[in-house]
């Protein structure tokens, strides 16, 4: 007799064509490296009291699996292993905080020309630079490493080709110097768009002891990410639908092709902005993203229910930031910057999350940091209609972005 272990198994992510048809198979690309909580699966029992001739619980019967709810932790992870040849694709973690955000797109890979003088307005050969690069991330190759940026507008009329940053690079360009793409994934502006199914599959270590949760959807997503931490991704999912799956093999000994990111320090590319000031010092960095879904009722559907339909998304976010010198108090709708956080080491696994307008949401709290005296800052996305429109990329003005570079 083998028991099965709780911690030796794989864990799979991949989307739904539509709801109500769970994915079947999966290939090593839907492999998320990850902690994962044990689902603890759900299913209704339903029974009406009636009159008994004795004491004795009255019949049940079996209702809907609605509702059943897992939590991943996972390393954020870079979406190549080795040095991009073109625009990003998608990958695993993408994929969660595009579901948890409601959108993304891919953007931004080109050379630039051989006269940079600017770390904001970016040149490019006449006719290089595209209108769909506003709105979204780029990784520009600088002496000793990489700097990365966000493209609020382009100007494609003169010669050369521009790309206006959001904030200043840390650097310079190299001139004729590589700029990677990004793929960013961006909360959705206006109504919501309907969201699309999902299925976690848990492989265990025994070839019978595997779940397959489906027609599932993120409804939060934390990512931490201070410093000398890796930046890490926590989310909570929830289902319409579980079964239990046998026959797909054990895990085996695998290895993630993908690379872990590297800790957020200045040898790897990682500085915080806050307005103006493009070297903030802080303790600590958290986003936390909510998604609010409605269950959508079908006679038809498999449990009773057709979709899960996001009816609200929200992201705030809460930097620790030493007191320096005057101590400092932040009241409710003050807009300190714009707000940046890069990890820009590598090409293929670096990361920049963009705060364009917040504002903030309640009077900053003083506290102690490891002995020092810091200001906790807490802030929401206020409406951004600052970057170009006509071509932008799909997420441009979007209140919050996060880009895998």
């Not at 090593?28 to 490296?33: C, L, P, S, T």
């Not at 969660?96 to 970016?122: F, P």
């Amino acid at each position: 007799m083998a028991f099965s272990e709780s911690r030796i198994g794989r864990v799979y992510v991949k989307e739904q064509g539509a709801w109500g048809t769970p994915q079947t198979s999966f290939a090593a690309a839907d492999v998320v490296e990850c902690e994962i909580t044990y689902p603890e699966l759900t299913r209704e029992a339903v029974s009406t009291d009636t009159v008994r001739g004795a004491f004795h619980h009255a019949t049940h019967v079996m209702g809907a699996k609605v509702g059943t709810s897992i939590s991943l932790t996972m390393p954020l992870h870079g979406w190549s292993a080795t040095t991009p040849v073109g625009n990003p694709t998608e990958h695993v973690d993408a994929l969660l905080l595009k579901h948890a955000l409601g959108g993304s797109n891919q953007a931004g890979y080109e050379v630039v020309d051989t006269s940079q003088d600017s770390t904001t307005v970016i040149k490019y050969n006449d006719g290089w630079a595209l209108a769909n690069w506003a709105g979204n991330a780029q990784l520009h190759t600088v002496s000793g490493g990489f700097t990365a940026g966000w493209v609020t507008s382009t100007d494609l009329t003169g010669d050369p080709d521009t790309a206006t940053m959001l904030n200043q690079l840390s650097a310079q360009p190299t001139n004729e110097g590589q700029t990677y793409g990004s793929n960013t994934c961006y909360l959705t502006t206006g109504h919501p768009a309907a969201a699309t199914p999902l299925t976690v599959q848990w492989e265990g270590s025994d070839a019978n002891a595997g779940i397959r949760l489906s027609d599932g959807v993120v409804t939060s997503a934390t990512i931490t990410a201070g410093p000398r931490q890796q930046p890490t991704l926590s989310v909570t999912m929830t289902f319409l639908d579980w079964d239990n799956v046998t026959g797909i093999g054990s895990p085996g000994q695998y290895a993630h092709a993908l690379p872990q990111m590297s800790t957020l320090s200045g040898e790897n590319g990682a500085r915080l902005v806050l307005g103006a000031d493009l070297t903030v010092d802080a303790a600590s960095f958290e986003v936390t993203i909510e998604s609010e879904m409605a269950v959508i009722g079908s006679h038809s559907g498999n449990e009773g229910a057709a979709q899960y339909y996001p009816t609200n998304r929200t992201v705030t976010a809460s930097i620790v930031i030493p007191q320096d010198g005057a101590l400092t108090t932040s009241s409710p709708s003050i807009d300190p910057g714009a707000v940046q956080l890069d990890l820009a080491g590598t090409a293929g696994s670096s990361l920049s999350i963009l705060i364009p307008e917040p504002r903030i949401i309640e009077q900053s709290t003083i506290g102690d940091s490891e002995g020092i005296v810091a200001s906790t800052l807490s802030l929401g996305c206020a409406v951004m209609t600052s970057d170009a429109s006509a071509g932008a990329g799909a997420a441009a003005n979007s209140v919050f972005r996060v880009a895998f570079l």
